[in-house]
């Protein structure tokens, strides 16, 4: 059940295990350079960012803490954390995409390990 989108806009709709729905701005990093940038540089996101593939990321030069959550196949979040400018995060083996935001954002969301996010894309494609 591989899944592949390009970059560009879309929306996150985060799935919570209480069973309400929430729906963000998304971009989305899936060729090699765009996964590359990610979010150095900025000083704020919109809503999320979808790195795709990735099973890990780093801060190394960014401006702000992000919270970072691991997703496995299937889209179910397997690991949530926030990091500090300047670090390098440790892999997760089941993780095929990984989720930034802006430190603090994922849990005002609710998206906590367990939860299911769906991705609606611009041209139909999630």
Do not use: N
């Not at 150095?40 to 996101?45: A, E, I, N, Y």
């Not at 430190?103 to 005002?108: E, F, I, L, N, Y």
């Amino acid at each position: 059940m591989g899944r592949r989108w390009r970059d560009g806009l879309g929306e996150l709709v985060v799935r919570r295990t209480d069973g309400t729905r929430i729906s963000l701005p998304l971009e989305i990093a899936a060729s090699y350079r765009a996964r590359t940038k990610g979010l150095l540089g900025r000083d704020s996101v919109d809503g999320a960012m979808l790195l795709s593939p990735a099973s890990g990321v780093h801060t190394f030069r960014m401006r702000m803490a992000i919270d970072v959550a691991h997703l496995d196949r299937r889209l179910r979040v397997i690991a949530v954390r926030t990091m500090k400018p300047g670090r390098l995060g440790r892999p997760r083996l089941r993780a095929r995409h990984v989720l930034e935001a802006e430190a603090g954002a994922m849990a005002g969301w609710g998206l906590t390990v367990g939860a299911v996010v769906d991705v609606e894309t611009q041209d139909g494609v999630s």
